[in-house]
């Protein structure tokens, strides 16, 4: 294809994902605040701080933290 016309099909693909997103972060949104299930709450809630950046430690570097933490006490 033109490179103009590939430019254009991406530049279009990206507005409409744009869009797409926002009405999924409301839904997200949403069903973090109001869904009838606890679990769908609790999911989409860790699902919008995940997204946010606040990601869960894994376990091992929660361990790690933890022995760090320990050696700094005793000495």
């Given amino acids: 294809k033109l490179a103009h016309v590939q430019q254009y099909l991406m530049q279009r693909m990206n507005e409409e994902f744009g869009m797409s997103a926002t009405l999924a972060a409301g839904t ?3 069903l973090a605040t109001g869904a009838k299930s606890e679990y769908v709450q609790l999911e989409a809630s860790k ?3 995940d997204r946010a950046g606040y990601k869960p430690i894994d376990r091992s570097q929660g361990i ?3 022995l760090i ?3 700094n006490l005793c000495g």
């Fill in 69 to 71: 933490a320990a050696l």
């Fill in 64 to 66: 790690a933290l933890l």
């Fill in 28 to 30: 997200i949104r949403r």
């Fill in 47 to 49: 699902d919008l701080l």
